[in-house]
């Protein structure tokens, strides 16, 4: 009854930004932690940065001082915006959220984004 649909990908040069949006839609009772991971290819994926309800922030290693992650919770919808872009960058970018259902309203489940592209020229 949730999904979540990534938007903002695409191709940049180094040096570029992007922002990235997911908006959460369905029978949504709460979007508690929202995160943006990703995955290139040959790897695993990994946290990029993640959010709480309250806006508390956490980010990977690698991102960083160039990355900021944003939240709308009257939209239910968490941006990620990407300065300072790399090579290196270059990875399929997942959003992911805890949601409380009206179905299931006292349990958290995650959901996943189909992800969205991110290409970064040198």
């Known amino acids: 009854q949730v999904q979540l649909v990534e938007s903002g990908g695409g191709l940049v040069q180094a040096g570029g930004s992007l922002r990235l949006s997911c908006a959460a839609s369905?029978?949504?009772?709460?979007?508690?932690?929202m995160g943006w991971y990703r995955q290139d290819l040959g790897n695993q994926r990994e946290l990029v940065a993640t959010?709480?309800?309250?806006?508390?922030?956490n980010y990977g290693d690698s991102v960083k001082g160039r990355f900021t992650i944003s939240r709308d919770n009257a939209k239910n919808t968490v941006y990620l915006q990407m300065n300072s872009l790399k090579p290196e960058d270059t990875a399929v970018y997942y959003c992911?959220?805890?949601?409380?259902?009206?179905?299931?309203?006292?349990?958290?489940?995650?959901?996943w984004g189909q992800g969205t592209h991110v290409t970064v020229s040198p």
């Open positions: 992911n959220a805890a949601v409380q259902t009206i179905r299931s309203p006292f349990r958290a489940s995650e959901v």
């Open positions: 369905g029978s949504i009772f709460r979007v508690n932690d």
């Open positions: 959010i709480t309800s309250g806006g508390s922030t």
